[in-house]
């Protein structure tokens, strides 16, 4: 049988465009109510350490309003940590942060941090939050997911939407190795990061593949058909690439 699969809405540039002027508007809360109706399965917001895109009001509102869960992507900080434990969003992914950057430029280095990123694995999880961590599509990131205790990886996929020709293609098949690792390490599977409607079928077809977290692009083709357009057309992709797969 197969599983669908999961589509999580990244609204954090809703955000960062209400930002660029200051105010109100556009307001992300709306962006992600519009999201749930239009066939999101989840909504994930960055709360960043500067608040650079989405602020603390933002969580408090989105925890409020959202009939769908919330993925509360973090850096592994005693701040983000306390704002993960006093608001417990269904899901947090602990995702590498730097000042410096435009957006995330990489997965988190699991293997090389794991005594920094134990404790705050343990925490989310005693507080019931599912864990994920945010990743590169490699054996020995994942192998230290697992031994950190998180039962959930995302794979960066950045590398793979950003390469065109033959380097796309061998960046998709460290993404296809990755994925089945995952499965014999008992890992569930989401990824993301630059997927776009051109990019989106071949990791949408990955079996083990179980989420994808989608924002920037999303956020960007609403300003030429709508965010609910450009939804519904993604979750269709999605949805036709793991059919013809399973076929």
Known sequence: MTIQLRLGVNIDHVATIRNARGGGHPDPVEAAKLAEKAGADGITAHLREDRRHISDGDIDR????????????????????????RHKPHAACI???????????????????MDHLAPYVKALADAGIRVSLFIEPERRQLEAAKSLGAPVVELHTGAYCDATGEE???????????????????LECHAGHGLTFDTVG????????????????????????????AIKRMRSLMDQARSEQSA
């Open 62 to 85: 989105l925890m409020s309003s959202l009939k769908v869960p919330l993925n509360l992507e973090m850096a592994a900080t005693e701040e983000m940590l306390d704002i993960a434990l």
């Open 95 to 113: 995702v590498p942060e730097k000042r410096e950057e435009r957006t995330t430029e990489g997965g988190l280095d699991a293997a090389g941090g």
């Open 202 to 229: 071949p990791v949408a077809a990955l079996d083990n593949v179980r989420e994808l977290n989608i924002g920037h692009f999303l956020i960007g083709e609403a300003i030429f058909s709508g965010l609910d357009s």
């Open 168 to 186: 796309r293609e061998l960046q998709f098949r460290r993404i296809a190795d990755a994925v089945q690792v995952t499965g014999e390490l008992g």
